[in-house]
């Protein structure tokens, strides 16, 4: 398995922008997609996104397609998540996690490693 540690949240008014940061362990990084999900607090985990583990296809949620960019550097074993034009139901912690395989899944049960998470408050 590998190892993931998210960073970058914070607190940050509605209409701007955080990127969030997702360092893993282990040099077979560039064998697992990854991929990012959320939970807002009362609420079930949500998927955010999915890249394949070569960086060359990205799958987003609806919700965040146009504002939510997602890239990976295999180089230095990290995983960003740009996010734009954010607001108030965006509010919530962000995980990401990785699954060995080719399949940009939405499915949380089907990533074996989770980091810890990393806490994004949007104000209104």
């Known amino acids: 398995q590998v190892q993931l540690v998210e960073s970058g949240g914070g607190l940050v008014q509605a209409g701007g922008s955080l990127r969030l940061s997702c360092a893993a362990s282990g040099r077979t990084f560039s064998n697992y997609v990854i991929g990012w999900f959320r939970q807002a607090p009362g609420k079930e985990r949500e998927f955010v996104a999915a890249?394949?583990?070569?960086?060359?296809?990205?799958r987003y949620a609806d919700f965040v397609k146009g504002r939510f960019i997602m890239s990976r550097d295999n180089v230095n074993y990290t995983v960003y998540l740009q996010m734009n034009s954010l607001m108030s139901e965006d509010t919530a912690v962000y995980y990401c996690?990785?699954?060995?395989?080719?399949?940009?899944?939405?499915?949380?049960?089907?990533?074996?490693?989770w980091g810890q998470g990393t806490q994004v408050t949007v104000s209104s």
């Open positions: 996690a990785a699954r060995a395989g080719t399949i940009l899944s939405q499915r949380e049960k089907e990533y074996d490693s």
């Open positions: 890249m394949h583990r070569s960086g060359g296809t990205t």
